[in-house]
């Protein structure tokens, strides 16, 4: 089993910044990918970005491409999402992912096995 607790989630103003972070810890050597998911009162969760924790290969969601940054530090079990020129359209809960192995790692899927408990970024 895996646990995910995610941090750094906060007010700012459009066109600022946040850097999420998310902490693995359990069986962490079965993880194959690890991805950022959103979820706001208006929408059902989406899939923000994934990384693989093998391959370091990355994907995003459209509307946070060339704005948000996916990294992964191994030795830490962290997961981070730099997050650059936010929207209000941003605002949300954003959860951390992960899933074992590496079938059904896809940023346009949020059936994955383990979450966080969520972190609230707000954009006014």
């Known amino acids: 089993h895996v646990q995910l607790v995610e941090s750094g989630g906060e007010s700012v103003q459009a066109g600022g910044s946040l850097r999420l972070s998310c902490v693995a810890s359990g069986a962490t050597q079965e993880i194959g990918c690890m991805g950022w998911f959103r979820q706001n009162s208006n929408s059902a969760r989406e899939g923000v970005a994934i990384?693989?924790?093998?391959?370091?290969?990355?994907d995003y969601a459209d509307s946070v491409k060339d704005r948000f940054t996916i990294s992964l530090d191994i030795a830490k079990n962290t997961v981070n999402l730099q997050m650059n020129s936010l929207k209000p359209d941003d605002t949300a809960m954003y959860y951390c992912a992960a899933r074992e192995g590496g079938v059904g790692c896809s940023v346009r899927r949020t059936d994955w096995q383990y979450w966080g408990q969520g972190t609230q970024v707000t954009v006014s």
């Open positions: 990384i693989f924790t093998d391959s370091g290969m990355r």
